[in-house]
């Protein structure tokens, strides 16, 4: 009876409490808040609305809490009804980071991850996320080799690792490994790459990740790196909506080499024949004087884009979904990009133990490209050099003139007729499923499909240019790319007491990739106007070929944490790939990191300067299957045609022993946050890789040019420095400023043995692709050393630079340079303004300790060898006439000056560079002000924004463009690409 009184009375002392939660900021309700009885396991969630109910006692204590808002306390004291503001937490926000597989609270992690937040690249004029990397974390190298808008990036991430195989990162875009690259490669025209498909605006975040214990979960794919794309989801509230539009113009981020004017032209053409004993003069008419450049650039190059979202939900279920149209005109004449994509992600909880997710998106995207890269005379980049300025663009009856005085095209007319269009249809979906089995033990499944069709068109017309020998042609490719990926995993959480959590997981995943090209190719077109190849008299080519590719995982992660100070990650992950023969395809690789909060001990929590304080060290074993399909088998080709009758012939030696390149990566760091002021991270970072996938040199004898074995070692090390500082913080006023540095090199430090037990370096004329004891590609070339002031001829150090001289070409020994294309220091400096609404962005990003070589001075600085058939810098004006002149130039001789246009330093610039990146100026109105208007707007922002409007070269003569492609085999060339692009773009952005 006692008891049962106690009971009665105790529960008449527990009655039912409401109220809601709002955001303190907008007033409207919070949903999916945790609302628990402090000391209790008591506790409800709020609705859609931000309403709850919950029973209580007049002595009990609430906790508000949810992620993004500051943890909030009352006490209860009889009331009935409680309402409760929460405030906004950034911090909070900024600790958690995306790996991809999962959400980790960034003071844990032990892993090296920089992250890129939506605000920094939303509204960015840029086709493509990857361009928006650049200068956005440490360790991360974007160059931009190509300005067409679309074209792809170069990225590396803390350097190259490899030789000869892939050394780009993994892209993974919501947990799902997808293509990155570009599938078009069949002709010389702008590349169109695949991240340009997607919407800037679409973007949650950016997770770059850069050790083995961050990248351990995508195995040997993550080994270059991990760029992981987090989208934008629902959220639970009333409907909102976001429209943003942007217009602007856009010019060369830097002009280039300027071109002789006619008048300057015509007096090295003279000059060049007098030094022979010739007197001729140029077939200048006297007043022409076109320049090409300006005529083939785009006066009005305008970008434009438009974008709407919506996000809604309740506790039960959210939606996304955004519709965004893009369109950029390119710098030259008849380039633009054009896009329309569009998403839709959906996410349903029947209950409180199942969460089912979905994400749509869809994208159309054309590029309008050029003939770039290379030496075409349908080049207008080359054109712009090679063309005469004697030569007008316009015939009297305005039509084009294509009666020029040399081989090379008018580009206009090109532009105008000729057609190189590349069109991507892309869909990506995913599906996942997430099931809590009982508490802490979760089970999740996700299907990711990403389907891409690429159609490409390259039409040369029949009456002028590369077309007209053969009466038009026209090339056209069909390229589809299917890639799926199926991901299932466990992840379970063991509280063994208040200091000791562990959490594991175990996944299996599965991805397949299906490609398939189909190309045709004829000439000869029977009317002016016709483009199509069924229009094509003469069918010249066709071809397919389709290769696919499979991965196979099992990987165990698992981490530990002691009372919130210590911190372990480990995993051990079994990968196959089908790109090994039987017996090789198995990998196995790990990592293991721990990481020490030492703010968290008494002796560090005395020191009142100090917010934040921890050590952390990661080392792993990674691998790269980065090479093509069935390189270990040898295979036969069944497309020979010898004495009218089919045939077959060798096509590749194949190596059966190919297996895995792996890689031991080390990372030492370093995480503090200072007198509430000054927060940054220190990195050091060391990879060694071993049986580099080498492609070694055979002798032709044995009818194959190379063969791909495991062999050799190079080392890539270097360190990172994040810092940034709150100058100013107050309600009205805040000025914050971030430094970032790397450091990064390598060295190659073993090669494959020939049969005499010597290396087998590979070297060119130009550089050290691999040697031992240099950096992969350094430069090795004869030494420049200058024009010789008593006669005008060109000079070359024998042997070494201040020792003796000569000027005869094939006596001056190549040396190795002491830079490569790659640079070795590069980073950004940012800045971020905000007062009473007004902001001011920057970002300005810095590149040292490299240098870059130009590809065509052979014929643009030629000395008189190629001076009577096409233009010339503007630089060859500087050049020797008489005995002690000091010229940058030799004397100027019709049919060159001893060799002097050939391969040497004289042709090698410092690449290092200073770039103001991005600019934004804009202005937040009120949100006071907006309500008092009470138009249904709840946000506006208009905004001015610049993309590479300034940038400094700090070498005198380097006249192109400092970036240029940091990989492959053009990596540090100056060549003939569309330069990058200098942008002005105003904005409006109101949500409602």
């Not at 993550?222 to 992981?228: A, H």
């Not at 629902?234 to 300027?258: C, E, H, L, N, W």
């Not at 590749?652 to 007198?675: K, M, R």
Request: with cysteine; net charge negative; glycine share 10%.
């Amino acid at each position: 009876m006692l008891v049962l009184l106690m009971t009665c009375a105790a529960w008449a002392q527990n009655y039912e409490l409401t109220g809601r939660v709002t955001d303190k900021d907008t007033g409207e309700g919070v949903p999916g808040v945790t609302v628990q009885v402090k000391g209790t396991t008591t506790g409800v969630g709020t609705d859609a609305d931000g309403f709850y109910s919950i029973r209580v006692s007049e002595n009990s204590v609430l906790i508000f809490s949810s992620l993004g808002y500051v943890l909030q306390e009352v006490k209860v004291r009889n009331r009935t009804t409680i309402d409760v503001a929460l405030a906004a937490d950034s911090k909070q926000l900024e600790e958690v980071i995306v790996t991809g597989v999962g959400i980790r609270d960034k003071h844990a992690f032990t892993g090296a991850i920089g992250v890129v937040k939506s605000e920094s690249i939303e509204g960015m004029p840029v086709p493509a996320i990857d361009m928006a990397l650049q200068g956005s974390v440490t360790g991360i190298t974007v160059s931009t080799p190509s300005g067409t808008p679309g074209a792809i990036q170069d990225i590396l991430i803390r350097g190259v690792s490899s030789v000869n195989a892939s050394t780009r990162p993994l892209i993974v875009i919501d947990g799902i490994p997808v293509e990155s690259g570009e599938l078009q490669n069949t002709v010389a025209a702008s590349e169109l790459g695949v991240l340009s498909t997607m919407n800037m605006n679409d973007i949650e975040s950016i997770s770059v990740l850069k050790d083995a214990v961050a990248t351990a979960p995508y195995g040997a794919r993550g080994t270059n790196g991990v760029v992981v794309i987090t989208t934008k989801s629902g959220k639970s509230g009333k409907p909102k909506f976001t429209f943003s539009v942007q217009r602007g113009i856009s010019d060369r981020a830097i002009d280039g080499p300027a071109s002789l004017s006619s008048a300057q032209w015509a007096e090295l053409y003279k000059e060049s024949w007098a030094a022979v004993g010739i007197d001729r003069e140029a077939n200048w008419d006297g007043v022409t004087d076109t320049d090409w450049g300006e005529e083939m650039k785009h006066d009005e190059s305008i970008q434009q884009s438009y974008d709407l979202s919506m996000s809604s939900g309740n506790d039960k279920a959210t939606v996304y979904a955004s519709v965004s149209y893009d369109h950029m005109d390119g710098v030259e004449k008849g380039v633009e990009f054009e896009r329309l994509s569009g998403k839709i992600s959906a996410s349903f909880t029947p209950n409180e133990k199942i969460v089912i997710s979905n994400s749509l998106t869809g994208s159309f995207v054309e590029q309008l490209g050029i003939l770039e890269g290379g030496g075409y005379f349908g080049n207008p980049v080359l054109a712009r050099y090679f063309m005469l300025p004697i030569d007008k663009p316009y015939n009297e009856d305005g039509t084009y003139n294509t009666n020029l005085s040399n081989s090379a095209y008018n580009p206009m007319y090109i532009a105008d007729n000729d057609i190189s269009r590349s069109r991507i249809t892309r869909v990506m979906n995913n599906t996942s499923f997430s099931y809590e089995i009982y508490k802490n033990l979760k089970f999740t499944s996700r299907l990711g499909l990403d389907y891409i069709l690429n159609a490409d068109k390259y039409y040369r017309n029949p009456d002028y240019g590369d077309g007209e020998d053969n009466g038009g042609t026209v090339t056209e490719t069909f390229t589809q790319n299917i890639n799926w990926v199926w991901q299932n995993s466990l992840d379970y959480r063991y509280e063994l007491d208040d200091k000791n959590v562990f959490d594991f997981k175990a996944m299996q995943e599965v991805q397949k990739n299906n490609y398939h090209r189909l190309i045709g190719s004829g000439e000869s077109f029977a009317a002016t106007g016709l483009t199509g190849l069924n229009s094509t008299a003469k069918k010249l080519d066709a071809d397919s070929w389709a290769d696919d590719w499979s991965i196979a995982s099992f990987t165990g992660l698992a981490s530990y944490a002691f009372d919130n100070k210590l911190f372990i990650d480990g995993s051990l992950r079994r990968e196959g790939s089908s790109k090994f023969a039987d017996g090789n395809q198995w990998g196995t690789f790990w990592s293991v990191g721990a990481g020490y909060v030492l703010s968290n001990e008494s002796f560090v929590e005395s020191l009142d300067f100090v917010d934040f304080l921890k050590v952390r060290a990661s080392y792993g074993v990674t691998g790269n299957a980065g090479i093509d399909e069935n390189e270990y088998q040898t295979m036969l080709a069944y497309d020979a045609f010898y004495n009218d009758r089919p045939g077959i012939k060798p096509d590749q030696i194949g190596n059966p022993d190919l297996t895995w390149e792996t890689a031991g990566a080390l990372d030492l760091g370093l995480d503090f946050d200072l007198f509430g002021r000054l927060s940054g991270e220190f990195s050091y970072f060391r990879k060694q890789s071993k049986d580099l996938l080498f492609n070694v040199p055979l002798s032709r004898t044995m009818g194959h040019i190379e063969q791909r074995i495991n062999n050799g070692e190079m080392v890539n090390r270097g360190v990172e420095l994040a810092l940034n500082v709150d100058i100013f913080k107050t309600q009205d006023f805040s000025w914050s400023v971030g430094f970032q540095y790397t450091h990064v090199g390598n060295e190659v430090t073993k090669l494959p043995k020939d049969d005499k037990g010597e290396d087998i370096e590979i070297k060119s004329a130009v550089d050290y692709e691999a040697v031992v004891g240099y950096p992969t590609k350094t430069y090795y070339m004869p030494v420049w050393a200058g024009v010789d002031p008593d006669n005008g001829k060109p000079r070359w150090y024998k042997d070494k630079i201040g020792g003796e001289m000569t000027s005869v070409y094939r006596e001056a020994n190549s040396i190795v340079q002491d830079k490569s294309p790659l640079p070795t220091d590069f980073g950004s400096i940012t800045t971020n303004i905000s007062f009473k609404g007004i902001y001011v962005r920057a970002n300005l990003y810095y590149s040292f300790g490299n240098q870059v070589r130009d590809g065509w001075a052979y014929y643009m600085m030629s000395d008189g060898a190629f001076t009577v058939a096409f233009n010339q810098y503007a630089s060859q004006f500087d050049r020797w006439q008489e005995p002690g002149d000091i010229a940058k130039n030799p004397q100027i001789i019709i049919g060159g000056n001893s060799s002097s246009n050939s391969n040497s330093t004289r042709f090698l610039y410092d690449g290092d560079y200073l770039r103001l990146k991005n600019l934004t100026v804009g202005y937040k109105f009120p949100d006071a002000l907006l309500k008092k208007m009470n138009i249904g707007i709840t946000g506006l922002d208009v905004y001015f924004l610049g993309a590479n409007i300034w940038t400094k070269t700090f070498d005198d003569d380097l006249e192109y463009d400092p970036e240029v492609r940091i990989a492959g085999d053009d990596a540090g060339l100056l060549t003939f690409n569309a330069a990058p692009m200098k942008t002005y773009t105003f904005g409006l952005r109101l949500n409602f």
